[in-house]
């Protein structure tokens, strides 16, 4: 079914100069807003926030998480999804002095349990209810029958392999089928079927093993002596069945994995899925477990299996694609205002596939390698024993997903984060943002690929050499790779790098950057769809490379792709390196990350969010470089054209 070609699109505004003050800076004829910032009351139990706000657990668990990230938006009615909506937000982690700014805190280890309860309810996900006003303006639905909270402590279920294994066997669940929480929700995806893929990135750094390590504690980086907030030291309510904070110490101490909390880590790294409407969650284990960073829908295809691309964020970890063993029924599409079990169907195409890995092989090609138990290694064996696993293991491959990868081949990259598809060419958008530990090649005296000797660094290898698709060997621009499959289950694809992040002035400028468009540390990426139209590719930064933070804060950047849509079933990727189509659209505040992007139905409003702000919004003075400190809040930034037209064009 040959997708007809979109219309040809151009953007329609003046790429803008970068910015270093506490404003948002959008292109002329466009307005911004803040909305829904951390703390914003989601119901009558929390107060307003106030400069001077001491929060509890409860208010907390009322009111918007901390630290926006990847976010997504769901319609009530097909009539209203341009201006009604749920909006999925997640919230990453915490700025404790933000957090505890009233009270001069946090308070040092052993840390109160009250303040760890408030810590922990900072993060995970927001669900809230979000309405175009009459007077152009966005604003939430407070005391909405939508707005919930899921964070770090909410019973959610296991699914697919892992779930039901002797690997997540923990005193809170014997059965191992039942966990809490989900940490460091950075970004994100979203499925036909109407539900959110909240993902699980740095989890490791709040989980603590001072012994009993096992290989996949040190490859993914668990950390000892203590956690990132030292939550473990908090005394919880003397239950050990709950153990409501010990269970962050992972350190065996009893008998068994039914006695202690040894296996707690091990319910955490997936891929989880919420359905919005009713704020169920499960995490889906058969999308591997590692940093993920998100978990992005492939084209597609009546038919075909639907395939989701996720990307391991950290130095020299790979990029892995899950294909689902169900084939794709336009009848499990989404039906918007009708009640009734998404995650059921989620259970259908989410649980039962397989996952890959990429290699990236240097002359343009690429190809996905099985991780299966039965997968034939490098070395001449089966995957399963060489990782010492039963033979049909499948919940351990799981567990030792990156070990998996190395084994198999897979290519390290430069920092895998997002990944977008265009949905009429099924081309496949990755950002991989930096690299401070690539060498040339042949000097990476402790990489090898597919073997024992490889250097398990705890997060990701110590150093790698460049290959193709990373190229450079100190990488601070980052990039953005692009890679196109014949058909949504193929194992092969051909890729190419669509655009080198530089600062203008850098001898390793690739893409020719200049003032008005040059960036580094690719992050967030979004390829919008428009009926019938060619979409727009937004880029975000989150960038700490000093050649360009002289020059300008973090930014969202523009792009309507050269290779055009069409090609799906004869890959044929034209060079992208003319970038004099990418143009700037929006800068952010001081010290803050733009992250999380999309644009509602009709196009006319595209919602992008501020990440740790220094000193933002309630802002003393937004046209100097300096403006004094206020309590910050990262926060949602709703932008629209003033004429009422579509964003970007
Ligand atoms: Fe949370 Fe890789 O960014
Ligand atoms: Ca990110
Ligand atoms: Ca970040
Ligand atoms: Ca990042």
Sequence with gaps: NPTPEPTPITLGFESIAGSKTDAIVVPPGYSAQVLIPWGTPLNDLAPEWSENLAFTPTIQENSVGMHHDGMYFFPLSEDTASNDFILALNNEYIDQGALWAPQNGPTAAPRPADEVRTEINAHGITLVRIQKQSDGSWSHVKNSSY?????????????????????????????????????????????????????????????????????????????????????????????????????????????????????????????????????????????????????????????????????????????????????????????????????????????????????????????????????????????AAELGLGADDLAGIIIHTCDAADIMGGTPMDRPEWASVDPASGMVYMTLTNNSKRTEENTAATYTNGGSAIEEAGVGFSTAPTNGPNPRASNNGGQVVRWLEASPGATEFEWEVFVFGAAASDTDNLSGLTDMNQFASPDGLWYDQRDGEQGILWIQTDNGYSNVTDYTNDQMLAVVPSSVAGESNSPSIVDGRDQSNLKRFLVGPNGCEITGVFANADKTAIFVNVQHPGNWPSVKDATVETAGSVRPRASTVVIWKDDGGQVGV
């Design 147 to 383: 707005n919930r909270r899921i964070t770090s402590s909410t019973p959610m279920r296991l699914s697919g392999p892992v779930a039901g294994s002797d690997y997540v066997i923990t005193p809170y669940s014997p059965s191992g089928t039942m966990t809490r929480g989900t940490n460091n929700n950075c970004a994100m995806g979203y499925t036909p079927w109407g539900t959110y893929l909240t993902c699980e990135e740095n989890w490791p750094g709040y989980f603590i093993k001072d012994s009993g390590r096992e290989k996949d504690d040190d490859r993914l980086g668990i950390e000892t002596g203590h956690g990132r907030y030292y939550w473990e030291t908090a005394a919880g309510d003397g239950s050990e069945v709950n153990d409501e904070f010990g269970r962050f110490n992972a350190t065996p101490t009893g008998t068994g994995p039914s006695d202690d909390y040894r296996n707690e880590p091990r319910t955490f790294g997936y891929v989880v899925e919420i359905d919005p409407y009713t704020g169920t969650a499960v995490k889906r284990t058969h999308l591997g477990r590692f940093r993920h960073e998100g978990c992005w829908l492939g084209k597609l295809v009546e038919g075909e299996p639907v395939v989701f691309y996720s990307g391991h964020d950290s130095r020299n970890e790979y990029i892995y694609k899950f294909v689902s063993a169900k084939m794709w029924s336009a009848s499990d599409e989404s039906k918007v205002g009708s009640s009734y079990d998404r995650l059921d169907v989620g259970n259908s195409y989410l649980d039962e596939g397989t996952l890959y890995v990429a290699k990236f092989n240097d002359n343009g090609t690429g190809e996905w390698i099985a991780l299966t138990p039965d997968a034939q290694t490098p070395g001449g064996s089966t995957l």
